[in-house]
């Protein structure tokens, strides 16, 4: 996903809900080395197979591991264990470049997921739709003629292949179509995983906004995932707004979501402390602002609304920062994982999980293809 192009209207995203009150709910520290899980030039099945999303796990019915963050020819990584994840070269969801707007079939990432029974798995999918690459655009440029939306697909077989409705399920979309509002990138951007709080199901994502809808990061849930069209933003006092496909007769969105802070752009992960109930997301960001440093940091919050001030886990360049002077490497796509959590969808954590994030090599100005999957032990303390 081309998230250096996104971060041009979302680095000083709106906040509408403010950080909560010092001092800090947890501290996260990094207590080994680095570990390759996928390396590019080494683990590929084709030149599609580069990390390009945030690692998103389940755990499948017969108790192995799937692993999904690859690119818009998807595909899993699997294994018994996080130990021994490989990348099975099955594509589980392939990008049409379809020319039709309203097909939502140009370039899609799978980037949640959610299973009861390691059989059948929900999907969010990140759909991004380029007029320009369609000769369907007034203006010129890619981010000029960037459409935005998120999607939904079912698996039925443990995430070995996933299919999309006809026509597609769109869980959140501009309400306006297409060749609306040209000249800056529309729509939303990059969910988070899915998670859980009681009988709710909960994702993140970034939206750049348009008239009537500020931009920032937007809360949505659900009080069935099986159901696409239950999914609800939090508008500032309840789950009411909603984004249907703007291309069906008869859709009407309802309402605006609250930008909630301290998120600048896309949020990696968010996971549940099983001690303390608190939750921890982890993210990255370029300097500016609140953001002493570029690289990944974390904030805490007790209720996904308020969160304490961020905190920087590695320092170092992002895909949000100039690769020109980046010195050869870049650090991006960070999310937290307990390979010891309860159930099949690892969205909570103890008292250390594993970080995992994607580095990217530069070669001038240029991002290449050359990016591994590396993962990191964390320490975690959470303050009641």
Same mark, same amino acid.
């Given at each position: 996903?081309?998230?250096?192009?996104?971060?041009?209207?979302?680095?000083?995203?709106?906040?509408?809900?403010?950080?909560?009150?010092? &001092?800090?709910?947890?501290?996260?520290?990094?207590?080994? #080395?680095?570990?390759?899980?996928?390396?590019?030039?080494?683990?590929? *099945? $084709?030149?599609?197979?580069?990390?390009?999303?945030?690692?998103?796990?389940?755990?499948?019915? =017969?108790?192995?591991?799937?692993?999904?963050?690859?690119?818009?020819?998807?595909?899993?990584?699997?294994?018994?264990?996080?130990?021994?994840?490989?990348?099975?070269?099955?594509?589980?969801? $392939?990008?049409?470049?379809?020319?039709?707007?309203?097909?939502?079939?140009?370039?899609?990432?799978?980037?949640?997921?959610?299973?009861?029974?390691?059989?059948?798995?929900?999907?969010?999918?990140?759909?991004? +739709?380029?007029?320009?690459?369609?000769?369907? *655009?007034?203006?010129?440029?890619?981010?000029?003629?960037?459409?935005?939306?998120?999607?939904?697909?079912?698996?039925? $077989?443990?995430?070995?292949?996933?299919?999309?409705?006809?026509?597609?399920?769109?869980?959140?979309? &501009?309400?306006?179509?297409?060749?609306?509002?040209?000249?800056?990138?529309?729509?939303?951007?990059?969910?988070?995983?899915?998670?859980? =709080?009681?009988?709710?199901?909960?994702? +993140?994502?970034?939206?750049?906004?348009?008239?009537?809808?500020?931009?920032?990061?937007?809360?949505?849930?659900?009080?069935?995932?099986?159901?696409?069209?239950?999914?609800? !933003?939090?508008?500032?006092?309840?789950?009411?707004?909603?984004? #249907?496909?703007?291309?069906?007769?008869?859709?009407?969105?309802?309402?605006?979501?609250?930008?909630?802070?301290?998120?600048?752009? &896309?949020?990696?992960?968010?996971?549940?402390?099983?001690?303390?109930?608190?939750?921890?997301?982890?993210?990255?960001?370029?300097?500016?602002?609140?953001?002493?440093?570029?690289?990944?940091?974390?904030?805490?919050?007790?209720?996904?609304?308020?969160? =304490?001030? #961020?905190?920087?886990?590695?320092?170092?360049?992002?895909?949000?920062?100039?690769?020109?002077?980046?010195?050869?490497?870049?650090?991006?796509?960070?999310?937290?994982?307990?390979?010891?959590?309860?159930?099949?969808?690892?969205?909570?954590?103890?008292?250390? !999980?594993?970080?995992?994030?994607?580095?990217?090599?530069?070669?001038?100005?240029?991002?290449?293809?050359?990016?591994?999957?590396?993962?990191? &032990?964390?320490?975690?303390?959470?303050?009641?």
């Amino acid at each position: 996903m081309l998230l250096r192009l996104l971060l041009a209207c979302l680095c000083v995203a709106a906040v509408t809900v403010p950080a909560a009150a010092e &001092p800090p709910l947890s501290a996260l520290t990094l207590v080994g #080395p680095a570990r390759t899980v996928f390396k590019a030039g080494r683990d590929a *099945c $084709d030149g599609h197979d580069v990390p390009d999303a945030p690692a998103r796990a389940l755990r499948e019915a =017969d108790g192995g591991i799937a692993l999904f963050g690859m690119h818009y020819r998807n595909r899993a990584l699997r294994g018994r264990d996080f130990d021994s994840l490989k990348l099975d070269c099955r594509i589980v969801l $392939d990008s049409a470049f379809k020319p039709e707007p309203e097909a939502f079939d140009d370039r899609t990432w799978i980037t949640a997921t959610w299973t009861e029974d390691g059989t059948r798995v929900e999907a969010l999918l990140h759909e991004e +739709y380029h007029a320009d690459t369609h000769q369907r *655009c007034r203006t010129t440029g890619t981010l000029a003629c960037w459409y935005n939306a998120i999607l939904a697909a079912r698996s039925t $077989d443990g995430g070995r292949s996933f299919t999309r409705a006809t026509p597609p399920t769109v869980v959140a979309a &501009p309400p306006f179509r297409q060749e609306v509002e040209q000249g800056r990138h529309r729509g939303f951007f990059n969910p988070s995983n899915i998670f859980s =709080d009681g009988r709710f199901r909960y994702f +993140y994502a970034s939206t750049t906004g348009w008239t009537g809808q500020p931009f920032g990061v937007c809360l949505f849930r659900s009080d069935d995932v099986s159901d696409p069209a239950r999914w609800r !933003a939090f508008d500032g006092k309840a789950f009411t707004a909603r984004f #249907p496909n703007p291309y069906l007769k008869g859709a009407k969105p309802v309402g605006s979501c609250a930008p909630v802070g301290p998120f600048p752009a &896309p949020v990696g992960s968010v996971s549940r402390h099983r001690g303390t109930g608190a939750w921890i997301a982890v993210f990255q960001a370029s300097t500016g602002g609140v953001f002493s440093r570029s690289g990944i940091y974390w904030s805490t919050s007790r209720d996904l609304l308020a969160w =304490d001030a #961020p905190r920087l886990l590695i320092a170092g360049p992002t895909l949000y920062d100039d690769p020109c002077t980046s010195g050869g490497e870049l650090v991006s796509y960070p999310s937290l994982l307990d390979p010891a959590a309860p159930g099949r969808n690892f969205d909570t954590i103890g008292d250390t !999980a594993t970080l995992f994030t994607v580095t990217l090599k530069t070669k001038g100005c240029e991002v290449t293809s050359e990016r591994d999957l590396v993962r990191r &032990p964390v320490a975690i303390k959470v303050w009641p």
